[in-house]
């Protein structure tokens, strides 16, 4: 079901990681212009992605732009495919781009333990991997898509992760904060001093709601 927000409605896509061990979020929002798609889960989840897609209405003709959060194979395993099918651009931010380019998780980042056992068997297959169309940093604007709100880097889970801050203060944040247990930083880090810097910088705007990669959306006050 779509969540109405006055100029937008959201709905959540959850599909499945590690063979069902996990979820990871993805994000429909509908405008006056068509759609726009926030991160699109692992390439074994595409089927019920699809079907997702096309019970709320999204066709080739309306989704206009696909954007994600990080280069991880979580959040992008479907972009390639749903360029090709939906014939939507893929935006994302620059220090990411060589992990989706050449399916490398380890790619621009120093990498934890973590990352470097499963970087072989999670990173993009060959067929999956793209160029994004453009990209986008700090203070982009997506009002050209219908969406009246802007980008802000918020590096720390990558250097290139970002967040989609909307005028009526819904924040879409990546793998910066999730919710499996309850609202946190995210527990997987590349960098934690530059992740705590990318949470205060987000003080300084005005959110309600946080829409994370991982478990569910909950309110910013119950964060900070
Ligand atoms: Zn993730």
Redesign the pocket.
Known sequence: MFVDKMSQEIKTIKLEIFSGLAS?NCYLIKNDQGFILIDTGISKSRDKLEKELKSAGVNPKNLNLIIIT?G?T??TGNCSYLREKYQAKIAMHHDDKGMVEKGDMLWNRKGSILLKIINPFMGLGKSDRFKPDFYIDDNFELSDYGLDAKVIHIPGHSLGSIGILTKEGDLFC??LMSNNKKPARNSIMDDKITAKKSIEKLRKFNINHVFP??GESFSWLKFI
């Open positions: 990871v990080h991880d979580d959040h990546g793998d990669g991982h």
